[in-house]
């Protein structure tokens, strides 16, 4: 189960109380005082696990709570330190203070680990209570409390590439075809209500990795559909692409005006991001001439078609890819708009090389 999102209130250990103690053997006349310390409460822990992927182990829980130290004993002899608590999250994990919305840490590296809340510390035994005018202290000392906290995590997946486009128009075919994600798949929207991962393999050496997130309606930056429950997953992705079906009822126009406008109003930040379109379902075009379609299309989101043949692409349809020969990469237009088919492979491997080169102009 993927779960992104868990609220509970977490508490360091007290430190154990100090100890009143006096020597009592045989041949020491009035011996003096020797109660131990108290122990440390057990410190709480955040670490970053590269093999979780989601907050499920949070699930239904309420409350986290190192241990208390142990009291202290006598022969000064210190309490037991508290058990330190380590709470495992996975990488792009926030944690927020539930009642101000302060982000205390944004844990992004995998093996990570921080200290949020330190126990509390042991008290002092009799032993450090003696003087001149005092030689019989019955005095010790109390542990200091630990400290709660009301906290919230909330999971923002960490992708290079984010695809963005609307339900049920092959973005988790594509994922299925270009990378080792194993999506459902069905012919009805919504068929994605979790975003997936999948490594996607270039060459022998390169990689990055592509996250399908489920589908964008007109009105989720509002919270319609699956609306901001999803959109926060695309907010650490480097680069976009926009999934445009060929073969739906909106037309590519229309679909790519509502998931730049869903995305600018959810984040200016991500609106300037690199981005690149897709094309897809062109195996299942019904309309008449999609090859003056697609370069309509082109011209409608203010392109000109490219004769760069940089990457070799398979089709024979028109595409369109920034030439960064002799000018300079320009986010603010589609590195590159590309007819595919998941079903057919049709330009799925230059897909993946082109989006790597995209990917190498944020370095």
Request: hydrophobic share 35%; aromatic share 10%; proline share 4%.
């Amino acid at each position: 189960m993927f779960i992104d999102s868990a609220r509970f209130a977490v508490t360091s250990g007290k430190g154990g109380q100090g100890c009143a103690s006096f020597r009592r053997e045989k041949f020491v006349v009035k011996g003096g005082p020797d109660g131990g310390d108290g122990g440390k409460g057990g410190d709480v822990y955040f670490l970053v696990d590269n093999n979780t992927d989601t907050l499920s182990s949070y699930k239904g829980k309420k409350f986290f709570k190192a241990d208390n130290g142990k009291q202290g004993m006598g022969g000064n002899m210190t309490g037991k330190s508290g058990e330190t608590l380590v709470l495992v999250v996975p990488p792009g994990t926030q944690i927020i203070d539930d009642e101000t919305n302060e982000i205390i840490f944004d844990l992004l590296i995998p093996g990570e680990k921080v200290l949020f809340l330190e126990g509390g510390k042991g008290g002092l035994g009799n032993v450090h209570f003696k003087n001149s005018r005092n030689q019989r202290p019955t005095y010790f000392q109390p542990g200091l409390p630990g400290v709660t906290k009301n906290i919230r995590l909330e999971l923002k997946l960490i992708a290079d590439v984010g695809l963005v486009g609307y339900p049920n128009v092959g973005k988790s075919t594509l994922i299925s075809v270009t990378s080792n994600a194993t999506p459902e798949i069905a012919n009805y929207e919504f068929t994605t209500i979790t975003p997936k991962l999948g490594v996607v393999n270039v060459g022998d050496f390169n990689s990055f990795v592509m996250a399908d997130i489920p589908g964008i309606i007109d009105g989720a930056s509002e919270g319609r559909g699956l609306g901001l429950e999803f959109l926060k997953h695309i907010e650490r992705t480097k680069t976009l692409l926009f999934v445009i079906d060929v073969a739906n009822y909106r037309t590519m126009i229309e679909q790519y005006k509502v998931l730049k406008e869903e995305v600018t109003k959810f984040s200016t930040e991500l609106s300037k991001r690199n981005f690149a379109i897709v094309l897809s379902k062109v195996d299942g075009y019904f309309g008449e001439d999609l090859e003056n379609d697609i370069k309509n299309f082109i011209k409608e989101i203010g392109l000109e078609q490219s004769n760069s043949n940089e990457f070799k692409f398979e089709g024979d349809y028109p595409y369109f890819i920034q030439d960064l020969i002799y000018s300079r990469f320009d986010n603010s237009k589609p590195y590159f708009v590309l007819p595919i088919s998941s079903l057919t492979k049709l330009n799925i491997k230059p897909l993946s090389f082109a989006l790597y080169n995209l990917l190498e102009q944020d370095k």
